[in-house]
Every structure is written in structure tokens, then in C-alpha cells.
């Protein structure tokens, strides 16, 4: 082999050094952008979770609130219904009173025959329906559907 031969040889031989170096520099910069690009779309995910996590928390904290909401207003009707009981059994307990005397002054008269007046139809119901219930003992608070339909139908003779 000639000298020329080997330097022809050596120079392709650095000719496709060169070649493969850019290609590998090309490659090695796109992996390098391809690196840029998966840390940008990181980042933008890591910010999206953060955003996620944030609503979820105020979500949660809402509902916290409606739950609390909720509960105060169911243990506001329950007090409200609680008193409102407790009123109409002291008005039963005071018209029951009210009625036994009027039934003591009253023992000569007679019971009404459906021709009385509306109050006198009232404490006839008010009586027959209050002893009753007083003597059922569990039902003192709870309202009589029947009582008042009878009531009701007193009101429109």
C-alpha cells in the first residue's frame, strides 16, 4: 500500500467519523429538545394536579359547609317542632283543665245533641278526644288527625 492509498483510506475513514459525529450531534440535540419538551409537559401536569388538588379541597370544604348547613337546620326544625309539640300538648293539658271546670259548674247540663254551639261542639271534642289521649300516655305531643277532622266537620254542621 501506498502512501497515497493510506491517506486516501485515513480521510474516508474521517469522512464517516465526521458524518457519524453530526448525526449523533443531531440526534443527541433532538434528545436533548425531546428532554425540554417532557420537563415543560411535567411541569404543566405537576401544575394541573396542584389545580386538581386545590379544587378538590374547596369541593370538599363546600360540601363540609352544606353538611353543617344541613345539620343546624335539621336541629333548628326539630327544636322549632319540639316547641310547637310541647305548645299544643300544654294548650291540650290547658283546655283539658279549662274544660273539667267548666264541666264541674256545668254537671246539670245535658251533653249536645248536634244542635249546639261551636264552642260547646269544641269542648265536647276537646274532652272526649283530650282524655283519650291523656290516658294513652305515649301519644301526649303527637297530633290526633282524627280529633281534628272531627274538628272540622263540628265547624261545618
Same mark, same amino acid.
Not at 75 to 95: A, P, T, V, W
Given at each position: 500500500m501506498t502512501n497515497q492509498e493510506t491517506i486516501t483510506k485515513l480521510n474516508e475513514a474521517l469522512n464517516t467519523l465526521i458524518k457519524a459525529y453530526e448525526e449523533l450531534q443531531n440526534e443527541n440535540t433532538?434528545?436533548?429538545?425531546?428532554?425540554? !419538551? +417532557?420537563?415543560?409537559?411535567?411541569? $404543566? #401536569? /405537576?401544575? @394541573?394536579?396542584? $389545580? +386538581?388538588?386545590?379544587?378538590?379541597?374547596?369541593?370538599? !370544604? %363546600?360540601? =363540609? /359547609? #352544606?353538611?353543617? *348547613?344541613? /345539620?343546624?337546620?335539621?336541629? %333548628?326544625? =326539630? *327544636?322549632? #317542632?319540639?316547641?310547637? /309539640?310541647?305548645?299544643?300538648?300544654?294548650?291540650?293539658? !290547658?283546655?283539658? *283543665?279549662?274544660? %273539667?271546670?267548666?264541666? @264541674?259548674?256545668n254537671n246539670s247540663s245535658s251533653s249536645n245533641s248536634g244542635g249546639g254551639s261551636l264552642s260547646e261542639i269544641l269542648e265536647e271534642e276537646l274532652e272526649n278526644s283530650s282524655s283519650a289521649e291523656f290516658s294513652e300516655g305515649s301519644n301526649d305531643n303527637k297530633i290526633d288527625l282524627n280529633r281534628m277532622a272531627s274538628l272540622l266537620n263540628g265547624f261545618n254542621n
Open positions: 433532538l434528545l436533548e429538545q425531546n428532554i425540554k !419538551d +417532557l420537563e415543560e409537559d411535567k411541569k $404543566n #401536569l /405537576e401544575a @394541573k394536579v396542584k $389545580n +386538581l388538588e386545590d379544587t378538590k379541597r374547596n369541593l370538599e !370544604d %363546600n360540601v =363540609n /359547609e #352544606l353538611n353543617d *348547613s344541613t /345539620e343546624k337546620q335539621n336541629n %333548628n326544625i =326539630n *327544636s322549632m #317542632l319540639g316547641k310547637i /309539640e310541647s305548645l299544643l300538648g300544654n294548650k291540650k293539658s !290547658d283546655s283539658l *283543665s279549662n274544660i %273539667n271546670l267548666k264541666d @264541674k259548674k
